[in-house]
């Protein structure tokens, strides 16, 4: 079984393909099976990777709460490409692996070739922050009391997960079976750890104006809880594009595969072409009409 060592923790992978490496990171609700559409597809034209994150089998479960954090998360993506002997790479995260992304972004960007921060920002609204948090510790609660089957059935059926199972309920019943077969500690761990701790992007503000390494900013329309943070990365970050998907929820990579793939590739197309560049400032003199040198 392939794995990495980080920190004394083992992380499970898959790659297919050769090429330029280009690595999937999962969100909370998922794994490395998570990335199955666009493994797939990338894997004609890359070194596609997908590990699973600590807490998610096969890859190690530390009973340690202290081994669980966003600092950890972006950290193992490193560990990932470490152990992998790869000196740079495209990463691509949707949620919880969106904000190890972006993260990781901020703390390596000389490891990042490119950086694809999908589906995140849960939690970075100021006026929602508390009740996020209270609903986090509910769902990690729920993990220790009702176990992995119950919950996941609840989990599965969240306000942005309506859309995944309508559109496609074979996926959808795809998805939750796999999510109920992960680790109920780890998942609670995870919850308390990354999830509950994690800072709000919308305070992320100085460093994202710093980010040098082409981001591609993607979300669903229905994601209310991304909309805002969505926004606010384009505007900090200086080489940021933003894709919002219409009629779609949280799992867009799942939702709208097709879609997913064409942004993604097309994004990784002009960013080795040269040609995915820093904003404007012309487009920043701040009126909707007149360009600077007419005010």
């Not at 797939?40 to 990777?49: D, H």
């Not at 229905?222 to 779609?248: Q, T």
Request: aromatic share 8%; charged share 25%.
């Amino acid at each position: 079984m392939p794995s990495v060592r980080v920190e004394g923790v083992n992380l499970y992978y898959e790659e297919l393909g050769q090429g330029v490496p280009l690595v999937f990171v999962h969100e909370f609700a998922g794994d490395h099976r998570s990335w199955h559409l666009q493994m797939r597809f990338f894997s004609r034209r890359y070194r596609a990777i997908a590990f699973n994150a600590r807490g998610y089998p096969p890859s190690d479960v530390p009973d340690d709460a202290k081994a669980y954090s966003q600092d950890h998360a972006a950290a193992d993506i490193r560990g990932v490409l470490d152990g992998l002997k790869i000196p740079k790479a495209h990463v691509c995260g949707l949620s919880m692996g969106g904000y190890a992304t972006l993260h990781f972004g901020l703390k390596y960007p000389d490891r990042a070739l490119s950086l694809v921060v999908a589906g995140a920002g849960y939690g970075s609204v100021a006026g929602d922050r508390e009740k996020f948090r209270r609903d986090t510790e509910v769902v990690a609660r729920r993990f220790e009391e009702d176990g992995m089957e119950r919950t996941a059935e609840m989990y599965a059926r969240g306000p942005t997960r309506v859309q995944f199972m309508e559109k496609d309920p074979f996926g959808w019943r795809e998805f939750h079976a796999q999510l109920a077969e992960g680790s109920a500690r780890g998942h609670a761990l995870t919850q308390r750890g990354v999830q509950m701790l994690r800072p709000s992007i919308l305070d992320l503000g100085p460093a994202l104006e710093k980010l040098e390494v082409p981001t591609l900013i993607m979300t669903g329309d229905e994601d209310d809880p991304c909309l805002e943070p969505g926004i606010f990365m384009k505007r900090k970050i200086p080489a940021a594009g933003l894709v919002v998907l219409p009629k779609s929820g949280h799992a867009i990579n799942l939702e709208e595969p097709d879609a997913f793939n064409r942004a993604v590739l097309d994004f990784l197309t002009a960013v080795e072409a040269g040609k995915w560049t820093r904003r404007n400032p012309a487009s920043q003199t701040g009126s909707a009409i007149l360009p600077s040198e007419t005010r």
